[in-house]
């Protein structure tokens, strides 16, 4: 969980002026309704995609991860898995 300093956002809008060929405007609102806008070089605008791209392969991953783990422990007890079906090491 990220601490309370970091407040819920939506991203309002993504913008490239058109007489500035290497700046990405980008705007976000927050929960309390407050807008930030930025203005971003196209370096760094391609640095925080490629952040956000990798925070939520991680996070894939990690959930991935929980179900193999969660699929295993109940073939270790003996339960059903979350489907109903019994499991690998039980016969039909």
């Known amino acids: ?3 309370p300093i970091f407040h819920p956002a939506t991203l309002l809008g993504v913008g490239r002026p058109p007489d500035e060929l ?3 405007g980008l ?3 927050t ?11 196209l370096n760094e605008a391609q640095r ?4 956000l791209l990798d925070a939520e ?12 783990q969660r699929h295993q422990s109940s073939i270790e007890s ?9 499991p ?3 016969g039909v």
């Open 57 to 68: 392969a991680m996070q894939r991953h990690r959930a991935a991860l929980h179900e193999v």
């Open 48 to 51: 925080i995609a490629l952040a």
């Open 1 to 3: 969980m990220l601490p």
């Open 27 to 29: 705007a976000l609102q």
């Open 88 to 90: 690998a090491t039980q």
């Open 22 to 24: 290497g700046v990405v």
């Open 78 to 86: 003996g339960q059903p898995n979350s489907e109903g079906s019994p």
């Open 31 to 41: 929960d309390r309704g407050d807008v930030a806008r930025f203005s971003l070089s």
